[in-house]
């Protein structure tokens, strides 16, 4: 029994293994300069936003993926949101916020948010580079942050803004079949919108437009690498 759970368990490492290294070779060779932007999955929410950009507010979020390491698998660290915020309380979220005149670019407003929500310092974070924008109907423009980050990093939740902090597999992040598309109301507007299930935790709204987009542009450069090597 001890063999098979072994035997089980370096399956799934390897299995993470193969996707990490694909994030890591998409940021390396396979991304779009400037990248492409992230869409909202119903195309109602894009063309509501599509003309406001110039008004929203800047803001800028996390993705931070542990290291590749021996016997252990790669996973992305994400936040339950606090139930006492005013908005998207409860919600799954990336660590991230609002950024402020002391930033100087989307990195830095990355990094000192997530500083202040999960206690993940700077000089913790190689950057690996960022995604498109992603206009929101609730007024902010968000840059996602892409950065890789060591394994056992001990990880303090701010109470008033963090509720929770946990990881989930990277191979399951990254996996454009497990996101399910499903319709919630919005401003009294039936909305399509995509959902992430992990254990007991929904990821959905922002957050998994932010991570289908990913697996999908790593998705697509995969494809285009195979017919280079042909």
């Known amino acids: 029994m001890a063999s098979d759970f072994s035997k089980e368990n370096s399956m799934k490492t390897a299995g993470s293994a193969h996707v990490y290294h694909d994030l890591i070779d998409y940021f390396s060779h396979g991304q779009l300069i400037p990248p492409k932007k992230i869409a909202h ?7 509501m936003v599509g003309g406001k950009i110039q008004t929203l507010r800047r803001a800028a979020v996390l993705l931070p993926i542990t290291r590749l390491h021996e016997n252990k698998s790669s996973d992305l660290v994400l936040t339950v949101r606090s139930r006492n915020l005013k908005s998207h309380a409860g919600q799954i979220s990336l660590p991230g916020g609002t950024s402020e005149d002391i930033d100087k670019d989307s990195i830095a407003t990355a990094l000192r948010e997530s500083e202040e929500e999960i206690g993940l310092k700077a000089k913790h974070v190689e950057v690996l580079g960022r995604l498109g924008d992603l206009a929101l109907p609730s007024g902010f423009h968000v840059t996602p942050i892409v950065g890789i980050v060591d394994q056992g990093l001990n990880f303090v939740a701010c109470p008033d803004e ?4 946990f990881q989930a597999p990277l191979d399951l992040v990254l996996d ?10 919005f401003d009294n507007q039936e909305r399509i919108i995509l959902e992430l299930m992990y254990e007991d935790y929904r990821i959905w709204g922002a957050t998994a437009a932010i ?3 990913l697996a999908s542009e790593i998705e697509h450069w995969k494809k285009i690498r195979s017919d280079l090597e042909i």
């Open 211 to 213: 991570l289908y987009h």
């Open 176 to 185: 454009i079949t497990a996101y399910k598309k499903s319709a919630m109301t």
């Open 41 to 47: 999955p119903d195309p109602s929410v894009n063309e």
């Open 162 to 165: 963090v509720a929770d902090i």
